[in-house]
């Protein structure tokens, strides 16, 4: 049954609009999550796992640095799998160890311990790694990765357990709106009465602005990304998440089951069509080879897609939209959503229940597009 009313409602239960629902739930308010397939069932069960602090900006650096403790906060509360086993960015030329020099920079200034770390010592830490033609590495021992489906489901019940409804098999058709004020949202199941909505649709959010009759231009657009799962191998083999942007931009680490999971940059969109490539497998068998030439002798089990939902700097738009009370977005997260939405969520919670926060919501300003103030682009994987 669909509850008669709900003070805040969130739209979309990926693992943003699950730990945001989780975080409004801890601090005693009353939340309802719908979503219109099940939890986790968007980008969220989809992703590549990986929880990286290594940005080139002060926002994206403090808001990570933020995420990290609260990924391992709760992993160790709630008990599911988060390891930091460290992020590896493999370098190549001067131009590359120069712009990474200024991000270390950037991270150590905010309490990330990045180093930049020679091609033998990237080998101690990856003995399978092929280092002829690196030059360098930018290591990060407390970046990480955790399980997508583990902890996205673990948030989602201690949510219930605070008191959050999770509706799944909901879906948002539509809006009551008087006065520039919302009153309720209709979905497939009935109206829910409400005051105060979360967008947290990612991939879909252009359409809940469109049913919410938002006229701020926020563009953010669904593109097909790839990925691929190897047959399971001695665990502990490729400890941290590889990353190379010399070949393919590919990204690989072993998962907690033991194959190895990652992806390269080949995009296809914007589109909402979600069918894997032959394209696709082969890059990413000849990138991934290159990296580390042993994956040669494993299989490839599967290959799927996902969106990343992107905006013209890759970073989201989070924020109030003032033209509708009271109506918040937090979408467009451009291939790195999984791994912010833990603070993501305190600062969505803050806003609502506050009004401020302490972490730099302004950087993900959702009016910056309208004004012509794009970020510097984020470092986007994959
Ligand atoms: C191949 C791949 C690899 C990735 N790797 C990483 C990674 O290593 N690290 C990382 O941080 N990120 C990664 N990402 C990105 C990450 O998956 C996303 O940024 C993140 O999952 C976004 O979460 P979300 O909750 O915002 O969106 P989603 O998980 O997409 O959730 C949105 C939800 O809204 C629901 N919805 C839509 N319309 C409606 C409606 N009308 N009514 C009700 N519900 C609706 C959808 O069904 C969906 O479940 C990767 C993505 C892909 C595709």
Partial sequence: MLPERAEIVVIGGGIVGVTIAHELARRGEDVVVLEKRFIGSGSTFRCGTGIRQQFNDEANVKVMKRSVELWKKYSEEYN?????????????????????????????????????????????????????????????????????????????????EYGAKLLEYTEVKGFIIEDGEIKGIKTNRGVIKTGIVVNATNAWAKLINAMAGIKVHIPIEPYKHQAVITQPIK?????????????????????SHGGIIGGVGYEIGPTYDLTPTYEFLREVSYYFT????????????????????????????????????DYYIAAGFSGHGFMMAPAVAEMVADLITKGKTDLPVDWYDPYRFERGELRSTALQMG
Avoid: C
């Fill in 290 to 325: 290159k990296i580390i030439p042993a994956l040669k002798d494993l299989l490839i089990l599967r290959t799927w897609a996902g969106y990343y939902a992107k905006t013209p700097d890759s970073n989201p738009a989070i924020g109030k939209i003032n033209e509708l009370s």
């Fill in 235 to 255: 665990r502990g083999t490729i400890r941290p998440m590889i990353i190379s942007f010399k070949y393919g931009h590919a990204y690989l680490t072993q998962t």
């Fill in 80 to 160: 599911f799998s988060f390891e930091q086993t460290g992020y590896l960015f493999l370098l190549y030329d001067d131009k590359e160890v120069e712009e990474f020099k200024r991000n270390i920079k950037i991270q150590n200034k905010f309490g990330v311990p990045t180093r930049l770390i020679t091609p033998e010592e990237a080998k101690e830490i990856v003995p399978l790694l092929d280092i002829s033609e690196v030059i360098a590495a930018s290591w990060n021992p407390t970046d990480g990765k955790a399980d997508p489906f583990a902890s996205t489901t673990a948030f989602a019940l201690k949510a219930k």
